[in-house]
């Protein structure tokens, strides 16, 4: 039994006389099998983003409130600063945010009607000093979100202002501009403390009014990742071809081999610009 795994092995990724000095895998039909199992299980894997099973399953995100907290002060504790604690008020405002942005399908600090983000803060009775917010679209893992805020002079200035005592996260995932979406929110503040709650007072009508939303938990749990799942397939494919050219350049280089056919490494460099390609296109965006 083993043997005949390592010969169908040998077949499929060494190349030798049984094969025509090519490894199966890298043959004409083999390569387009391949390739059109490939855009098959991309066309699954986006088609299931944008459909009820998407919104059954979930996106498969490891992005939790937590792990944003732990990273956001871990930031701050290496440039001498103290830690946030995370405010109820202040995440409750940062998932309504987002809800905003997907009910009015925008991308940016104000809304469409002209809602500041500021209005958050006050709708959910938080009065500050100092305030800001983060946004991120798009990302995998909490730690890539502080990253890609860390390397923006903005944004970093944000996580690292002294003044800061408390933070909010929210991570909402929702259509936006036409497109399944996961958007992070941080909000920073420093509390008012001359500020004194009235009880039993109607709330004052803003101008800006949003509509009602009920804030739900920031943290989810998900089951299975579809956007990480069908790049990864991708990836793997990537890398075994990638591996059967290196060894069949290889095997030539030192058996003195000459092929008429196309050169393995210019075929490596191709499947890595297209990696590379997969990276950039799967990147998230921040303001």
Same mark, same amino acid.
């Given at each position: 039994?083993?043997?005949?795994?390592?010969?169908?092995?040998?077949?499929? &990724?060494?190349?030798?006389?049984?094969?025509?000095?090519?490894?199966?895998?890298?043959?004409?039909?083999?390569?387009?099998?391949?390739?059109?199992?490939?855009? =098959?299980?991309?066309?699954? *894997?986006?088609?299931?983003?944008?459909?009820? &099973?998407?919104?059954?399953?979930?996106?498969?995100?490891?992005?939790?409130?937590?792990?944003?907290?732990?990273?956001?002060?871990?930031?701050?504790?290496?440039?001498?600063?103290?830690?946030?604690?995370?405010?109820?008020?202040?995440?409750?405002?940062?998932?309504?945010?987002?809800?905003?942005?997907?009910?009015?399908?925008?991308?940016?600090?104000?809304?469409?009607?002209?809602?500041?983000?500021?209005?958050? *803060?006050?709708?959910?009775?938080?009065?500050?000093?100092?305030?800001?917010?983060?946004?991120?679209?798009?990302?995998?893992?909490?730690?890539?979100?502080?990253?890609?805020?860390?390397?923006?002079?903005?944004?970093?200035?944000?996580?690292?202002?002294?003044?800061?005592?408390? =933070?909010? &996260?929210?991570?909402?995932?929702?259509?936006?501009?036409?497109?399944?979406?996961?958007?992070?929110?941080?909000?920073?503040?420093?509390?008012?403390?001359?500020?004194?709650? =009235?009880?039993?007072?109607?709330?004052?009508?803003?101008?800006?009014?949003?509509?009602?939303?009920?804030?739900?938990?920031?943290?989810?749990?998900?089951?299975?990742?579809?956007?990480?799942?069908?790049?990864?397939?991708?990836? &793997?494919?990537?890398?075994?071809?990638?591996?059967?050219?290196?060894?069949?350049?290889?095997?030539?280089?030192?058996?003195?081999?000459?092929?008429?056919?196309?050169?393995?490494?210019?075929?490596?460099?191709?499947? *890595?610009?297209?990696?590379?390609?997969?990276?950039? =296109?799967?990147?998230?965006?921040?303001?």
């Amino acid at each position: 039994m083993m043997r005949s795994i390592m010969k169908y092995l040998k077949h499929v &990724f060494l190349p030798h006389q049984g094969n025509n000095y090519r490894a199966k895998v890298l043959h004409h039909d083999s390569l387009t099998y391949i390739m059109g199992l490939l855009l =098959i299980t991309v066309l699954i *894997f986006r088609t299931s983003a944008t459909t009820s &099973f998407h919104k059954v399953l979930g996106a498969s995100l490891n992005i939790q409130t937590q792990a944003l907290l732990l990273d956001t002060n871990k930031e701050r504790a290496q440039n001498g600063l103290g830690a946030l604690t995370l405010n109820k008020q202040l995440s409750e405002a940062a998932a309504d945010k987002a809800h905003d942005m997907f009910a009015h399908d925008y991308w940016n600090h104000y809304s469409p009607t002209g809602t500041s983000p500021w209005y958050f *803060f006050t709708k959910h009775d938080y009065h500050y000093l100092y305030a800001g917010e983060n946004l991120a679209k798009d990302f995998s893992d909490s730690s890539k979100v502080v990253h890609a805020w860390m390397q923006s002079p903005k944004h970093r200035e944000n996580i690292l202002r002294s003044e800061y005592t408390e =933070i909010g &996260f929210a991570v909402e995932e929702g259509i936006l501009q036409g497109k399944p979406t996961v958007l992070v929110v941080q909000l920073l503040a420093t509390p008012d403390p001359s500020y004194v709650p =009235i009880k039993d007072t109607a709330p004052q009508q803003k101008s800006n009014a949003l509509n009602a939303y009920s804030a739900p938990s920031v943290q989810k749990t998900k089951l299975i990742n579809t956007a990480v799942w069908g790049r990864n397939a991708m990836l &793997f494919v990537l890398a075994v071809l990638i591996s059967a050219l290196a060894i069949d350049m290889y095997i030539f280089e030192k058996q003195k081999m000459y092929r008429s056919t196309g050169k393995s490494v210019f075929h490596i460099i191709f499947l *890595f610009v297209v990696i590379v390609g997969i990276f950039v =296109i799967n990147t998230g965006a921040i303001i």
